[in-house]
């Protein structure tokens, strides 16, 4: 299976709720991505890093 079929297959089992919160989260990820970066957001790198983090606490990545 693909990472692409996991990843959508996981989706699939989640409640509406988790996959609500999930993308909340990682929006508050991406809305932070300022170049250059500052105190208060994240390089394009970081927030790849706080993405990834983020899905594998939600259990998309094990």
Do not use: C, H, W
């Amino acid at each position: 299976m693909s990472l692409q079929g996991a990843v959508e297959e996981k989706l699939n089992t989640m409640t509406t709720d988790d996959k609500d919160t999930l993308i909340s989260y990682i929006a508050v990820i991406v809305d932070k991505v300022k170049v250059p970066a500052t105190e208060d957001s994240y390089t394009k790198e970081q927030a790849f890093d706080r993405i990834v983090e983020e899905l594998q606490l939600s259990g998309i990545f094990g």
